[in-house]
């Protein structure tokens, strides 16, 4: 299935968690923020939230400055 994420498609199995994408992306779950088709989703929804055909994924990472 095709789904964005931060604006570039990406071919992905169907079936795949917000989580499993995540994993697959090699990032730290601790310091992002994940928004679903322009809703923020909490991050207990991760693990059980399944990504559809042309969902719009954006993820954030937060920096730490001082």
Do not use: C, Y
């Not at 789904?3 to 499993?20: C, K, M, S, Y």
């Amino acid at each position: 299935m095709r789904v964005i994420v931060n604006g570039e498609p990406h071919e992905l199995n169907d079936g795949l968690t917000v989580a499993g994408l995540i994993s697959q992306l090699s990032l730290n779950g601790h310091r992002i923020a994940v928004e679903l088709n322009r809703e923020i989703l909490d991050r207990e929804a991760w693990v059980e939230r399944q990504l559809a055909a042309e969902d719009e994924v954006e993820i954030v990472h937060f920096v730490g400055g001082g």
